[in-house]
Nanobody, 117 residues
Framework: QVQLVESGGGLVQPGRSLRLSCAAS????????MGWYRQAPGKAREFLAQ???????TYADSVKGRFTISRDNAKNTVYLQMNSLQPEDTGLYYC???????????WGQGTQVTVAS
C-alpha cells in the first residue's frame, strides 16, 4: 500500500504562483511514476504532468512552460510548481502514484486550488 498526502493548495490571484507537494509513504517501489491531475468543476479529471523515477518528465500542452514537476526521491515527494496561474487553472489537484513493478495505481485525496481576484 502507498499513501499520498498532498499539500500547498489555496486561493491565489491571477498571475501568481503556487507550489504543490505530494508525499508518498508505505511500500514505495524503486520503479514508479508520480504525477499530477486536475479536476475542474463539472469537468473530467485531466492529466497535467508526470515524472518517472529516473526524472523523465511529461507535460500536458495546456501547462507546458507554466508548470514544472520535480521530485525528491529521498523524501518520496513530488512537487508541482505552478506559475502564471489563471482562473481556468482552478480545480482539485490530485497526486497519482503508479507502481510500475506491481502495476498498482494510487491517488491522493486532492488539494483545492482556486485562482480568483
Amino acid at each position: 500500500q502507498v499513501q499520498l498526502v498532498e499539500s500547498g493548495g489555496g486561493l491565489v490571484q491571477p498571475g501568481r504562483s503556487l507550489r504543490l507537494s505530494c508525499a508518498a509513504s508505505g511500500s514505495i517501489s524503486s520503479s514508479n511514476v508520480m504525477g499530477w491531475y486536475r479536476q475542474a468543476p463539472g469537468k473530467a479529471r485531466e492529466f497535467l504532468a508526470q515524472i518517472q523515477s529516473d526524472s523523465t518528465t511529461t507535460y500536458a500542452d495546456s501547462v507546458k512552460g507554466r508548470f514544472t514537476i520535480s521530485r525528491d526521491n529521498a523524501k518520496n515527494t513530488v512537487y508541482l510548481q505552478m506559475n502564471s496561474l489563471q482562473p481556468e487553472d482552478t480545480g482539485l489537484y490530485y497526486c497519482r502514484f503508479l507502481d510500475k513493478l506491481r502495476d498498482y495505481l494510487y491517488w491522493g485525496q486532492g488539494t483545492q486550488v482556486t485562482v480568483a481576484s
